[in-house]
C-alpha cells in the first residue's frame, strides 16, 4: 500500500469517527475515552480534515443559570426596620446596628 492510499485511509477512518462523534452528543473527552482514541490525535485530525473541507464548525455554549434572586432581609427594632440586600457589607449593618441600639 502506497503512503498515499495509507493517508487517505486515515482520512476516511477519522472522518468516520468524528462523524460518530458529533452524532454521539458525548464530549471529545468522553467520547475518545470510550473508544480509547487519544484525544490530542481526535482534535488533530478534526482540525485537518475540516481545513480539508473548507467548513466552519460552530458549537453551541450553554448558557450559565441565572444567580436566584434573593429576597431582601427586613429587621425591626423599636419603630426602625433595616433592610438588608445581598451584597451588604457586613461591617457598615454592624455599625447600623450599634447606632440604633444607642437610641
Not at 54 to 73: A, K, M, Q
Amino acid at each position: 500500500m502506497s503512503k498515499c492510499e495509507d493517508k487517505k485511509n486515515l482520512a476516511e477512518y477519522w472522518g468516520k469517527e468524528i462523524s460518530e462523534w458529533k452524532a454521539s452528543s458525548l464530549t471529545v473527552v468522553e467520547y475518545c475515552r470510550r473508544k480509547n482514541i487519544g484525544r490530542h490525535q481526535f482534535f488533530y485530525w478534526k482540525r485537518k480534515l475540516s481545513r480539508k473541507s473548507g467548513s466552519v464548525e460552530f458549537i453551541e455554549v450553554p448558557r450559565l443559570r441565572p444567580s436566584p434572586v434573593l429576597t431582601p432581609i427586613s429587621l425591626k427594632t423599636g419603630c426602625f426596620t433595616v433592610e438588608i440586600k445581598s451584597g451588604f457589607n457586613p461591617a457598615d449593618l454592624k455599625q447600623v446596628l450599634r447606632v440604633l441600639a444607642e437610641l
